[in-house]
DNA sequence: ACAAAAGTGTTTTTCTTACACCCATGT
DNA sequence: ACATGGGTGTAAGAAAAACACTTTTGT
């Protein structure tokens, strides 16, 4: 009850992971850390590391995030706790209790990995599988977070750039998803939710190299989608 | 980078803080606890306790609401993770990372209180106010999270007792939601969500004393509500 | 007889779906 | 010319909303 007895309670050491997710060439990537010593020695993980004495969980991810990706600015990227993993076995060496976060990124530069760990790369979603500690769990939990989130907010900006267009919002659904859209009704329906997107006027885009130039976007202030994107089980486009 | 350096790291002390909700009377209760010592003194609190040293958080969770709610059994009750707050000064004295959690109660047996705390009862949400440290917050998101999710997920079964009639869990949305629903409507949506609910044949009850006696259903397997039961902002049963 | 709560049926309206078609650009 | 991706229109079908009505109980 907090009682604040100085040995009621046992110190732990509390650390941040991140799945950071990305859409690249029309497939869902991670941002994947190798590890330099044991244990996993090797083997790959999500970028992580401890909190620092006057720091909050978010702001410790921000600074991972920011130390990772190389970006110089993340204060514009999504950033959302996914929960906290806290099995008493989930570190050989210690005890340690994770505050999990998803963060979502547009495209982003190749060269990133300018924190402390040895080597950094994207990697397909698909592909990684056997990461260290619990992190194949956080990963999948991320991904069915995004997933689902999807449906009923407006999450999919967070994968595009500032100025994006609906063929590329549609890409983002259709990435994750693993399904086929419908284009002139997803468009509607982007269209119809109020605060989802907003014009750029004037503006456009040629996406394909080919094709009409695409009017651009930004992402507009609401949150919450109302009525929600369900997700169709229809075939086409598997993932 | 999980490095393991001995000063890397800070130790933090861990703790659960636990929104225990349930609906009396038509009202969503929330189970307080007096405080007996500084900090907040006198001041009314979600119960919570430290990590013992083999426990996970959801373990510690369970355990102190089993405590707190002096039920004997609380394997079936509805248990998740709301998030992790961790702000350098959400508590005055030291460093403490707190995993919070929502639980879900049928209505349960008033005489609760068996755990260390000097004094615990059920209070409305709307009256529960001016908690100790960061414990308004924690409630809000609770409730948020909660009334979200009954929108997308069965979770509304958790605040029913094992066999319930339409009457009772529509009335849970309504609460919850502070709008009135169509019955007829809202029957049907439920009947038509396959593992919802399940008929349990032959039984009926009497509810308001008054009236036809309803049939009884028990939660199904289903845990996703795919249409997902909006709430629609109409006038009405104003919370 | 009446009130109260459960349960059924039906009409109207709204939204979703599927698909046909036109537009602008590069090759 | 045609392939490619963007954008518009529309008719059929499905789903939701609104509401009238019947049933079964207690008082």
């Known amino acids: 009850m907090h009682g604040y007895d100085k040995h009621a309670f046992e110190p732990f050491a509390v650390t941040v992971d991140l799945a950071v997710l990305t859409l690249r060439a029309d497939a869902l990537h991670v941002l994947l850390v190798a590890r330099g010593q044991e244990p996993y020695a090797g083997r790959w993980a999500l970028p992580g590391g401890f909190l620092l004495p006057d720091e909050s969980a978010e702001t410790a991810a921000r600074r991972e ?140 885009r040629l996406t394909g190299g080919r094709g009409k130039p695409a009017a651009l976007y930004r992402a507009g202030p609401a949150t919450a989608l109302h009525p929600p994107l369900l997700r169709t089980p229809r075939e086409g486009r598997p993932a």
């Open 65 to 204: 995030l920011a130390e990772e990706t190389g970006l110089a600015d993340v204060t514009g990227l999504h950033l959302e706790q996914l929960r906290t993993y806290s099995e008493p076995g989930r570190d050989p060496r210690m005890r340690v209790v994770s505050v999990a976060f998803a963060a979502l990124l547009p495209d982003p530069p190749e060269p990133h990995g300018g924190g402390d760990a040895a080597e950094a790369r994207w990697v397909p979603y698909d592909e990684a599988r056997g990461l260290a500690f619990d992190h194949d769990r956080i990963l999948a939990d991320a991904r069915d977070r995004v997933g689902a989130k999807l449906e009923y907010t407006c999450l999919a900006t967070a994968f595009c750039p500032a100025e994006f267009t609906l063929g590329e919002l549609q890409r983002v659904y259709e990435t994750v998803w693993g399904t086929a859209l419908d284009r002139p009704n997803f468009r509607r329906k982007v269209l119809a939710t109020p605060g989802f997107v907003e014009p750029v006027p004037g503006a456009a």
